[in-house]
């Protein structure tokens, strides 16, 4: 397997004296390793030099020489290794080669050196010993015994790696013997059983010895068995950094570092009383309901807690977790404190649910909640963010939200806020999303300077074995690629759980990086308490029957020791039990079920205190001249002194500057705008996603480049304002459902921050499709947490081919919840209408309407998800630009955009009404004025399809009685907007009319790939659209 050295043709057996029977036990090891090396060889008192005083000297020497040879004077070199050889007594020194000949001192030694047989094999074993212990650190954990069950192997591989000398049954000599023979007789070292007796320097990269700085090498194995073969696994040599190496070596290897304090133990009794009980009290009082008990991994809650301890001793106040469904009841009611109450009466299917929305089931809420740590006496905060099913999920948006409160209080180096990401086995190695989030933890804009990850690996996945459901050795192998330790434990062993949980703590506040706890542990029922996992996994089952839960087996252990006696032991539970009974009895009592008790994020303040608006209404999105001019101007210059940008760049700011000065904004400018504004009321604003910095069609240039000083920036939009809030903008991971979660987490933590992720193309949101159809769609519904991210979505047919042109505007308007039959009876459509719904949906044709929603967005007094599609080529289209007398005070975003040309002079002489959205509204003006049809067509724009602004349309159509109406789009007819529009116009006219269709024939893939193609089609569907027969005889 791995060979690290093979030198066994080099074995030669050491003498008898060799061995350490003679060592004198009462001096310090190394001196004993010295004298016992040297008693075979030139006897100290023999040489002349050698005096009392000296021999300290002498044995500092000895010990740099053992380490490295070249690191002493050549005359000690020749003189330790003569010495070694078996040189007689008085014949091993040789004077100092003189400084002229050192040549022909060294070809001299080198050959006395040849002719010292012993020195090769004492160097050699000292490698063989040095590699040895190396292989331990390295693959230690493959053989250490963490399976509970004692029939599993946590690595999926059940062989002794090659160069470990190490039983699986460390108290059968035979099998240990066996063993070493293997490795002997196989020459993996050049040792053999006789040198088990013989006493070693241990290198600088172990702590095995304690303070001794020597051992015999049966004790060198045995200590390196008891750090990593026992019940704790570390993974670690993969990390590229000597320091934290080290630093993981002392944790594990100190002798005796593992010890706890009576209260200690006491404490974790404690505490898996809770976790056990809680779960015993749930399945009596509800046997037949779900609750995806922890049964097989109660040592989770101490886990938990002891993070928490340690991370608050050590600073930390506000801790954020995400996990799935397995334990999560028991997370709630005794790591955050959730009343159990609360908890029970989620059990109740009578209740009546007082929130608006649909809710979630028990297992899926998340909760907040402030508390003082009772270990640290000091204040925590403690939230676990509400999940989906879809496992793994939540992991980017729990980073995402602590990033976002360490932001918001200055926490720059997460010391006061960290995270805790609970994983099941399977899913922690089959969804990629933990990779993709991973991938973000150490990226200067996503990182929250380390998460503690812990992994439920109780070796079952729903029915499937880990043998199916992974190709690594262990489930946890993706955390590798960030060089994040794993401890994988015994949980069965609640103190080796601790231990290893305390130092995942300390890590993370030493170094603020990642590190992985692998609890291995086995799930004593079936996936839930409804399942027979005996159908799937027999013996694996039959073995779980007999084990005994680790709360008897801790408890045994204790009363054994004297820790606790047996009566403080059943005290204790039935303390526990009484509150449960208690909080049963009080749960009888409540008669609604209050979904907003578990909100994960409140925003204090931002509310009435019964969680509603301030108010029902949005002030004017317009701003001031000076405001616009000033934006415009920073935005249009390099605000910095000593700086050079790219000579195209001067261009592209140069053009912006004169369209300032002529009072006109195009896209990125009308961006820039709003964000500037939205900045200066102490807005944050954060842009994030692939290429934003730039922006993929190079339109934006937020972050401007010194083409002189490698890495020197600048970012204008932060030199706008004095105390202005700062902009984050970040070109990010090429992740979509990763960074999209993250984003979607961030802007959870506050209400006042625009947070924005942009997509590269629309068309790649798909792979974020999770987010945005577990959480952005119903996050309010599922979990009454409101959320106002924004998605910008470049879209267009622009004969790009099927790739890159569709953000599937289709998808987001078939999950929009307003009914497309019923006309709403609203006073206010602007607002209320706003309120109503689960998110908005935006196809802007102006950078003003941009500009306004964008600020809309912050103004209005709740949050909604806004999806806008952007464009592409109208980012520079000479038409689509604003004047400055759109964005002034007074002036708003506009729902639709009516026709203000011939047509709206005359409507009642209008033939056509023709609906569109977006880019298209310029393909048909300008058909129509070179048809010369102003007057006989009127375009209506629709800016906002979601929610639909029936209130607007419904003038629109009267406007123009005598008007066909039509719904004209680019993208194909099962795509686009078609079907959720028409029923929705129809419904606003009363079904007096035909809606008809000018478009692009229904298609598998979203735009065809030839260029000609795509020219016909849309020349095709304008000429429908301004040929006034085309609907003729239709109806
Ligand atoms: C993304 C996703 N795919 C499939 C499922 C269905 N599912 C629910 S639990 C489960 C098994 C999870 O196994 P593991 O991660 O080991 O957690 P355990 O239940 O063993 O604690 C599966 C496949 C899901 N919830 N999410
Ligand atoms: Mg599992």
Redesign the pocket.
């Known amino acids: 397997m791995f060979h690290l050295r093979t030198c066994a043709a080099k074995l030669r057996p050491l003498t008898a004296s060799q061995t350490v029977k003679t060592l004198s036990q009462n001096r310090p090891a190394a001196a004993r390793t010295f004298q016992q090396i040297r008693c075979y060889g030139a006897p100290v008192a023999a040489e002349p030099f050698l005096s009392g005083t000296s021999s300290n000297y002498v044995e500092e020497m000895y010990y740099a020489w053992l380490e490295n040879p070249k690191s002493v004077h050549k005359s000690w070199d020749i003189f330790f290794r003569n010495a070694n050889a078996g040189a007689p007594p008085g014949t091993a020194y040789q004077s100092p080669p003189p400084l002229s000949g050192a040549l022909s001192a060294l070809t001299q030694a080198q050959s006395l050196v040849h002719a010292q047989p012993n020195v090769d094999k004492l160097v050699e074993d000292h490698l063989a010993v040095q590699s040895l212990i190396r292989a331990y650190q390295i693959r230690g954990h493959h053989v250490a015994q963490l399976d509970p069950l004692g029939i599993l192997d946590a690595d999926l591989d059940s062989s002794v790696p090659a160069d470990i000398i190490s039983s699986t049954d460390k108290l059968d000599l035979a099998v240990f013997q066996e063993r070493l023979r293997m490795l002997t007789v196989g020459g993996f070292y050049g040792l053999d059983e006789s040198d088990l007796d013989k006493v070693f320097h241990l290198p600088t990269t172990t702590f095995i010895g304690g303070k001794e700085s020597a051992l015999p090498l049966r004790e060198i194995i045995r200590r390196l068995e008891m750090a990593y073969c026992q019940h704790i696994g570390v993974e670690f040599m993969f990390i590229n950094d000597l320091e934290q190496c080290q630093w993981i070596r002392r944790k594990f290897e100190t002798p005796g570092i593992m010890q706890f304090t009576n209260e200690e133990k006491r404490t974790l009794l404690a505490r898996l009383v809770r976790s056990t009980r809680f779960e015993e009290f749930l399945q009596r009082k509800w046997s037949s309901e779900k609750r995806?008990g922890l049964e097989g991994c109660e040592v989770l809650i101490p886990a938990l807690k002891t993070i928490i301890d340690k991370s608050s001793e050590n600073g930390v106040d506000y801790v954020i977790m995400g996990m799935?469904?397995?334990g999560r009841l028991n997370v709630l009611a005794n790591v955050i404190r959730k009343e159990l109450e609360q908890i029970f009466c989620q059990f109740d299917s009578k209740l009546e649910a007082a929130d608006e929305g649909s809710g979630d089931v028990k297992y899926h809420l998340g909760m907040y909640h402030r508390r003082i740590n009772r270990v640290t006496d000091r204040n925590i905060t403690l939230s676990l963010v509400a999940n989906p099913?879809?496992?793994?999920?939540a992991d980017p948006v729990v980073m995402g939200k602590t990033k976002a409160e360490q932001f918001y209080c200055g926490d720059t180096e997460g010391k006061k806020v960290m995270s805790i990401l609970i994983?099941?086995?399977?899913?922690?190695a089959g969804?990629g999303i933990v990779y993709e989030t991973f991938h973000l933890s150490d990226l200067p804009s996503y990182t929250t300077h380390g998460t503690v990850h812990v992994v439920?690996n109780?070796q079952?996945?729903?029915t499937?074995d880990p043998r199916m459901a992974r190709s690594s050795p262990y489930p946890t192998d993706v955390a590798r690629v960030v060089n994040a330790p794993i401890f994988h434990v015994n949980a069965d062993d609640p103190e080796a759980v601790m231990y290893v949980c305390n130092v995942a703590a300390e890590w993370r506040s030493t170094f603020h990086k990642d590190v992985v706890v692998d609890l291995v542990c086995y799930?004593r029922n079936g996936?839930n308490e409804m399942d027979e996992p005996m159908f799937t996994q027999p013996l694996m089952y039959k073995q779980i029957r007999k084990q005994k839960p680790v709360l008897q087996k801790y408890a045994e252990t204790l009363v054994s020791q004297g820790v606790v006696n047996q009566p403080e032991y059943e005290e204790e539970i039935s303390k526990y039990d009484k509150i449960c009974e208690e909080a049963f009895a009080r749960s009888k009592d409540e008669k609604i079920l209050h979904i907003k008790h578990w909100l994960d994020s409140p925003w204090p303040g931002f509310f009435t205190l019964d969680g509603q608006p301030r108010s029902m209404s949005c002030p004017s999105t317009g701003l001031t001249e000076e405001v616009l001019t000033h934006i415009g101007n920073v935005a249009s210059s390099v605000p910095v002194e000593n700086f050079t940008i790219h000579g195209g760049l001067r261009r592209i700011l140069k053009t912006r500057g004169e369209m300032v000065k002529n009072r006109t904004v195009d896209w990125a400018l009308a961006e820039y705008m709003a964000f500037g504004s939205l900045l200066k009321d102490g807005i944050h604003i954060r842009l994030s996603g692939q290429d934003v910095e730039r922006g993929t069609f190079s339109h934006r240039h937020h972050v401007l480049h010194d083409q002189n000083v490698d890495k020197k920036i600048c970012i204008p939009m932060n030199h706008l304002w004095p105390n202005q809030a700062p902009y984050t903008v970040c070109n990010s991971s090429l992740s979509e459902y990763g960074v999209l979660g993250f984003e979607l987490g961030f802007a959870m933590a506050s209400p006042n921050a625009l947070v924005l992720w942009e997509a590269q193309f629309g068309d790649f949101h798909n792979t974020a499709q999770c987010i945005i159809d577990q959480f952005i769609c119903p996050g309010q519904a599922k979990w009454v947490r409101q959320n106002g991210i924004v998605l910008l979505l470049p879209h267009g047919m622009e004969g790009m081919g099927p790739e890159h042109s569709s953000a599937r505007p289709e998808r987001f308007l078939q999950m929009c919840n307003d009914d497309p039959d019923v006309f709403p009876k609203l006073d206010d459509f602007d607002v209320r209408q706003l309120y109503d719904c689960n998110w908005i949906v935006v196809n802007c044709s102006t950078p003003a309407n941009f500009f306004h929603v964008l600020r809309r967005q912050i103004l209005l007094p709740f949050r909604k998800p806004l999806i806008v599609f952007t464009p592409k080529s109208l980012l520079r289209h000479p038409e689509a630009r604003s004047n400055f007398d759109d964005m002034l005070p007074g002036s708003s975003f506009q729902r639709i955009i009516p026709d203000n040309g011939p047509a709206s002079q005359n409507p009642e002489k209008t033939k056509r009404l023709l609906f569109c959205t977006g880019k298209v509204y310029y393909d048909l003006t300008r058909e129509r004025q070179a048809r010369n049809m102003e007057a006989d067509v009127a375009i209506t724009r629709i800016e906002q399809l979601s929610p639909f602004p029936f209130d607007l349309l419904q003038k629109e159509v009267l406007k123009y009685p005598n008007a066909e109406l039509a719904w004209c789009q680019e993208e194909h007819k099962n795509q686009g907007y078609y079907d959720y529009v028409k029923p929705r116009l129809r419904t606003t006219i009363d079904r007096a009319k035909p809606v008809w269709y000018a478009g692009r024939d229904p298609a598998a893939a979203p735009a065809t790939g030839n260029k000609k193609t795509h020219l016909t089609e849309l020349q095709r569907l304008l000429d429908t659209a301004f040929n006034l027969d085309s609907f003729k005889g239709l109806f």
């Open positions: 995806f799935p469904h397995r099913s879809h496992l793994e999920a994983h099941g086995d399977a899913a922690f969804q439920v109780n079952i996945g729903f499937t799930r996936h």
